[in-house]
């Protein structure tokens, strides 16, 4: 399960999108996020599936790649399903046995929120498959630049929260390699009651933990002897430019959500 985890990974290539300014790509993320979340209907939530499946599309990212990043969240959808689906009440109901009760609405409610779920996870996901680590801390600082004017530290904060990003993989890594060598022990992590494996966790959680510290460590002193010293006086071997690709993809974007808030208006 957990090498089908893909959040923070980067996947090299030439496409549209992976030439894209990285702080466009930030600012598209948020407006297709805000577009799924304002969405109340079935239309809206089409349009939110259109712009995903055209940006997947246009970053040549494999659907495969695609559909295991959904993986990890299958049971999440399933949860989230069961309980829009028997405990709404409202509607017509079209199913009906003793204290079970399913509805229109509940269906209704139970496949939108799979579907945005689904789409919110596949959409952002394309912002680190197409994005650098690098160039992905220099949008962040970018974007929050207006903040130095009040002394907030920007570059420490695009800092650690790109790290935190990249070091993902490496955990995930991290933990598969750390169960297989507590299976090959004879620990059982599969099977047992609930509370036997709530404390089969304890093995996995502490050397993962001194793992990440040790992590930490090493970076920090790497950082240090490469005489990294925050964000001050710092010079880029890469400017970041937008060209007309950026204004065309940021008004796709804008178009999107104005015409869900527009549907939202007519309902």
């Not at 993986?71 to 309980?83: D, M, R, Y």
Request: glycine share 6%; hydrophobic share 55%.
């Amino acid at each position: 399960m957990f090498r089908d985890i893909t959040l923070g990974q980067y996947f090299p290539g030439n496409s549209i999108v992976h030439r894209l300014d990285p702080r466009f790509k930030i600012i598209m993320t948020v407006i297709f996020i805000v577009t799924l979340f304002i969405g109340q209907s079935a239309v809206s939530l089409e349009l939110g599936g259109v712009f995903c499946v055209m940006a997947i599309v246009l970053s040549r990212i494999p659907w495969k790649l695609i559909l295991k990043s959904l993986k990890p969240i299958v049971l999440i959808l399933v949860i989230t399903s069961l309980l829009n689906l028997f405990f709404i009440k409202d509607g017509l109901p079209v199913f009906e046995w003793r204290f079970i009760k399913i509805t229109e609405t509940g269906i209704n409610t139970s496949v939108f929120m799979v579907v945005r779920i689904a789409l919110l996870i596949a959409g952002t996901s394309l912002l680190t498959y197409t994005t650098s680590p690098i160039m992905l801390t220099d949008a962040i600082e970018s974007l929050l630049s207006p903040l130095k004017a009040v002394r907030f530290p920007v570059h420490d904060l695009a800092m650690m929260m790109t790290i935190a990003l990249r070091f993902v993989p490496t955990l995930i890594e991290e933990t598969d390699k750390i169960m297989s060598a507590q299976k090959a022990r004879g620990v059982d992590l599969d099977g047992g009651k609930i509370m036997d494996r709530i404390r089969s966790v304890v093995p996995i959680i502490i050397p993962l933990f001194v793992s990440a510290v040790r992590r930490a460590g090493e970076l920090a002193t790497a950082m240090e002897c490469r005489c990294y010293r925050g964000g001050v006086g710092r010079t880029k071997m890469r400017s970041l430019k937008f060209g007309p690709a950026d204004i065309i993809a940021l008004l796709i974007s804008i178009y999107f959500l104005a015409a869900v808030i527009f549907v939202n208006a007519k309902l």
